[in-house]
T-cell receptor, first 114, second 111 residues
Framework: GVSQNPRHKITKRGQNVTFRCDPI?????LYWYRQSLGQGLEFLIYFQGNSAPDKSGLPSDRFSAERTGGSVSTLTIQRTEQRDSAMYRC??????????????FGPGTRLTVT | QQPVQSPQAVILREGEDAVINCSSSKALYSVHWYRQKHGEAPVFLMI?????EQKGHEKISASFNEKKQQSSLYLTASQLSYSGTYFCGTETQAAGNKLTFGGGTRVLVKP
Protein backbone atom coordinates (compact mmCIF):
# COMPACT_ATOMS: atom_id res chain seq x y z
CA GLY A 1 0.00 0.00 0.00
CA VAL A 2 0.87 3.67 0.31
CA SER A 3 3.37 4.36 3.06
CA GLN A 4 4.10 7.64 4.82
CA ASN A 5 6.88 8.73 7.13
CA PRO A 6 7.02 9.82 9.82
CA ARG A 7 3.71 8.78 11.33
CA HIS A 8 3.90 11.49 13.95
CA LYS A 9 5.79 14.76 14.05
CA ILE A 10 5.89 17.22 16.90
CA THR A 11 7.64 20.48 16.11
CA LYS A 12 7.96 23.95 17.53
CA ARG A 13 6.41 26.92 15.84
CA GLY A 14 8.71 28.38 13.22
CA GLN A 15 10.51 25.14 12.40
CA ASN A 16 10.45 23.46 8.99
CA VAL A 17 9.07 19.95 8.55
CA THR A 18 9.16 17.48 5.68
CA PHE A 19 6.95 14.45 5.17
CA ARG A 20 7.55 11.55 2.81
CA CYS A 21 5.10 9.50 0.77
CA ASP A 22 5.81 6.25 -1.07
CA PRO A 23 2.94 5.52 -3.46
CA ILE A 24 1.86 2.13 -4.73
CA UNK A 25 4.27 0.94 -7.39
CA UNK A 26 3.09 1.83 -10.86
CA UNK A 27 0.60 4.46 -9.77
CA UNK A 28 1.09 7.56 -11.87
CA UNK A 29 -1.03 9.97 -9.84
CA LEU A 30 -0.18 11.18 -6.34
CA TYR A 31 -2.19 13.50 -4.13
CA TRP A 32 -1.61 15.29 -0.83
CA TYR A 33 -4.49 16.16 1.48
CA ARG A 34 -4.81 17.80 4.87
CA GLN A 35 -7.38 16.54 7.37
CA SER A 36 -8.09 18.38 10.58
CA LEU A 37 -9.55 16.46 13.50
CA GLY A 38 -13.12 15.42 12.73
CA GLN A 39 -13.08 17.19 9.40
CA GLY A 40 -13.04 16.26 5.74
CA LEU A 41 -10.10 16.01 3.38
CA GLU A 42 -8.70 19.25 2.04
CA PHE A 43 -6.88 18.94 -1.29
CA LEU A 44 -3.35 20.36 -1.32
CA ILE A 45 -1.47 19.27 -4.44
CA TYR A 46 -1.66 16.70 -7.24
CA PHE A 47 1.06 15.10 -9.37
CA GLN A 48 0.29 13.20 -12.58
CA GLY A 49 3.18 11.54 -14.37
CA ASN A 50 5.67 14.06 -15.69
CA SER A 51 3.12 16.88 -15.95
CA ALA A 52 3.42 20.07 -13.95
CA PRO A 53 1.76 19.58 -10.55
CA ASP A 54 -1.59 21.12 -9.70
CA LYS A 55 -0.72 23.29 -6.71
CA SER A 56 -4.05 25.05 -6.50
CA GLY A 57 -4.84 23.73 -3.01
CA LEU A 58 -1.67 24.81 -1.24
CA PRO A 59 -2.79 27.27 1.48
CA SER A 60 0.30 29.47 1.38
CA ASP A 61 3.77 29.73 -0.07
CA ARG A 62 5.09 28.09 3.09
CA PHE A 63 3.88 24.80 1.64
CA SER A 64 5.70 23.01 -1.15
CA ALA A 65 5.91 19.50 -2.54
CA GLU A 66 8.11 17.55 -4.87
CA ARG A 67 7.88 14.22 -6.62
CA THR A 68 11.12 12.67 -7.75
CA GLY A 69 11.35 10.14 -10.54
CA GLY A 70 7.59 9.83 -10.73
CA SER A 71 7.49 7.91 -7.47
CA VAL A 72 8.36 9.18 -3.98
CA SER A 73 6.96 12.54 -2.95
CA THR A 74 7.80 14.94 -0.13
CA LEU A 75 5.68 17.69 1.38
CA THR A 76 7.50 20.51 3.15
CA ILE A 77 6.05 23.14 5.44
CA GLN A 78 8.33 26.05 6.24
CA ARG A 79 8.04 28.25 9.32
CA THR A 80 5.29 26.09 10.81
CA GLU A 81 2.37 27.70 12.61
CA GLN A 82 -0.03 26.19 15.15
CA ARG A 83 -2.83 26.23 12.58
CA ASP A 84 -0.79 23.80 10.48
CA SER A 85 -1.47 21.07 13.06
CA ALA A 86 -3.42 18.33 11.29
CA MET A 87 -3.15 14.92 9.67
CA TYR A 88 -1.41 15.06 6.30
CA ARG A 89 -2.46 12.25 4.01
CA CYS A 90 -1.01 11.04 0.76
CA UNK A 91 -2.95 9.06 -1.82
CA UNK A 92 -2.01 7.42 -5.08
CA UNK A 93 -4.05 6.34 -8.06
CA UNK A 94 -3.44 4.42 -11.26
CA UNK A 95 -4.99 7.33 -13.03
CA UNK A 96 -4.59 8.03 -16.67
CA UNK A 97 -6.41 10.66 -18.62
CA UNK A 98 -9.93 10.09 -19.81
CA UNK A 99 -11.41 8.39 -16.78
CA UNK A 100 -11.55 8.47 -13.03
CA UNK A 101 -9.84 6.02 -10.71
CA UNK A 102 -9.97 5.19 -7.04
CA UNK A 103 -7.45 6.73 -4.69
CA UNK A 104 -5.53 4.65 -2.17
CA PHE A 105 -4.72 6.54 0.99
CA GLY A 106 -1.71 6.20 3.20
CA PRO A 107 -1.85 6.11 7.02
CA GLY A 108 -0.99 9.79 7.25
CA THR A 109 1.47 11.91 9.19
CA ARG A 110 0.06 13.59 12.28
CA LEU A 111 1.67 17.02 12.70
CA THR A 112 1.51 18.83 16.02
CA VAL A 113 2.94 22.34 16.18
CA THR A 114 3.59 23.58 19.71
CA GLN B 1 -16.66 24.97 -3.15
CA GLN B 2 -17.04 21.67 -1.35
CA PRO B 3 -20.06 19.41 -1.87
CA VAL B 4 -22.65 19.31 0.88
CA GLN B 5 -23.36 16.01 2.58
CA SER B 6 -26.48 15.14 4.50
CA PRO B 7 -27.24 14.04 7.08
CA GLN B 8 -24.19 14.95 9.13
CA ALA B 9 -24.73 11.92 11.33
CA VAL B 10 -26.99 8.90 11.51
CA ILE B 11 -27.48 6.15 14.06
CA LEU B 12 -28.82 2.79 12.88
CA ARG B 13 -29.67 -0.57 14.32
CA GLU B 14 -28.23 -3.59 12.58
CA GLY B 15 -30.38 -4.48 9.60
CA GLU B 16 -31.75 -0.97 9.07
CA ASP B 17 -31.26 1.08 5.93
CA ALA B 18 -29.91 4.59 5.45
CA VAL B 19 -29.23 7.02 2.63
CA ILE B 20 -26.39 9.52 2.50
CA ASN B 21 -26.67 12.40 0.07
CA CYS B 22 -24.02 14.51 -1.62
CA SER B 23 -24.92 17.72 -3.48
CA SER B 24 -22.73 19.95 -5.59
CA SER B 25 -23.24 23.41 -6.99
CA LYS B 26 -21.12 22.53 -10.03
CA ALA B 27 -21.56 20.19 -12.97
CA LEU B 28 -19.88 16.92 -12.10
CA TYR B 29 -17.75 14.48 -14.05
CA SER B 30 -17.64 11.87 -11.32
CA VAL B 31 -18.49 11.23 -7.69
CA HIS B 32 -16.32 9.10 -5.42
CA TRP B 33 -17.39 7.57 -2.11
CA TYR B 34 -14.95 6.64 0.68
CA ARG B 35 -15.41 5.29 4.20
CA GLN B 36 -13.08 6.15 7.04
CA LYS B 37 -13.07 4.26 10.31
CA HIS B 38 -11.81 5.95 13.44
CA GLY B 39 -8.05 6.32 13.40
CA GLU B 40 -7.70 4.79 9.95
CA ALA B 41 -7.19 5.98 6.38
CA PRO B 42 -10.15 6.50 4.06
CA VAL B 43 -10.99 3.44 1.98
CA PHE B 44 -12.46 3.54 -1.52
CA LEU B 45 -16.06 2.34 -1.92
CA MET B 46 -17.35 3.44 -5.29
CA ILE B 47 -17.01 5.75 -8.28
CA UNK B 48 -19.99 6.98 -10.26
CA UNK B 49 -19.19 8.51 -13.61
CA UNK B 50 -21.10 10.87 -15.81
CA UNK B 51 -22.94 8.73 -18.31
CA UNK B 52 -23.87 6.00 -15.88
CA GLU B 53 -20.72 3.93 -15.45
CA GLN B 54 -20.05 2.67 -11.93
CA LYS B 55 -16.97 1.13 -10.40
CA GLY B 56 -16.81 -0.30 -6.92
CA HIS B 57 -18.11 -2.80 -4.45
CA GLU B 58 -21.00 -4.95 -5.57
CA LYS B 59 -22.62 -4.90 -2.13
CA ILE B 60 -22.76 -1.12 -1.91
CA SER B 61 -25.14 0.79 -4.09
CA ALA B 62 -25.21 4.40 -5.10
CA SER B 63 -26.86 6.67 -7.60
CA PHE B 64 -25.74 9.74 -9.51
CA ASN B 65 -28.21 12.29 -10.81
CA GLU B 66 -26.18 14.38 -13.25
CA LYS B 67 -28.92 16.94 -13.82
CA LYS B 68 -29.35 17.62 -10.11
CA GLN B 69 -25.61 17.32 -9.47
CA GLN B 70 -26.34 14.92 -6.65
CA SER B 71 -25.28 11.49 -5.57
CA SER B 72 -26.71 9.17 -2.95
CA LEU B 73 -25.10 6.23 -1.17
CA TYR B 74 -27.41 3.49 0.05
CA LEU B 75 -26.58 1.47 3.15
CA THR B 76 -28.89 -1.54 2.97
CA ALA B 77 -29.37 -4.05 5.76
CA SER B 78 -26.60 -2.34 7.69
CA GLN B 79 -23.98 -4.31 9.56
CA LEU B 80 -21.80 -3.28 12.49
CA SER B 81 -18.88 -3.01 10.06
CA TYR B 82 -20.65 -0.18 8.23
CA SER B 83 -19.88 2.20 11.08
CA GLY B 84 -17.54 5.01 10.15
CA THR B 85 -17.49 8.36 8.42
CA TYR B 86 -18.51 8.44 4.78
CA PHE B 87 -17.08 11.06 2.45
CA CYS B 88 -18.11 11.94 -1.04
CA GLY B 89 -15.52 13.44 -3.36
CA THR B 90 -16.59 15.27 -6.47
CA GLU B 91 -14.66 15.76 -9.66
CA THR B 92 -15.47 18.41 -12.25
CA GLN B 93 -14.16 18.68 -15.80
CA ALA B 94 -12.99 22.22 -15.15
CA ALA B 95 -11.08 21.25 -12.00
CA GLY B 96 -9.11 18.58 -13.77
CA ASN B 97 -8.21 15.44 -11.96
CA LYS B 98 -8.64 16.36 -8.33
CA LEU B 99 -11.41 15.61 -5.85
CA THR B 100 -13.19 18.04 -3.59
CA PHE B 101 -14.46 16.21 -0.52
CA GLY B 102 -17.59 16.88 1.47
CA GLY B 103 -17.58 17.31 5.22
CA GLY B 104 -18.52 13.68 5.86
CA THR B 105 -21.44 11.75 7.33
CA ARG B 106 -20.85 9.87 10.57
CA VAL B 107 -22.62 6.52 10.67
CA LEU B 108 -22.98 4.45 13.82
CA VAL B 109 -24.54 1.02 13.56
CA LYS B 110 -25.62 -0.45 16.88
CA PRO B 111 -26.40 -4.08 17.68
Amino acid sequence: GVSQNPRHKITKRGQNVTFRCDPISGHTALYWYRQSLGQGLEFLIYFQGNSAPDKSGLPSDRFSAERTGGSVSTLTIQRTEQRDSAMYRCASSPRTSGSSYEQYFGPGTRLTVT
Amino acid sequence: QQPVQSPQAVILREGEDAVINCSSSKALYSVHWYRQKHGEAPVFLMILLKGGEQKGHEKISASFNEKKQQSSLYLTASQLSYSGTYFCGTETQAAGNKLTFGGGTRVLVKP
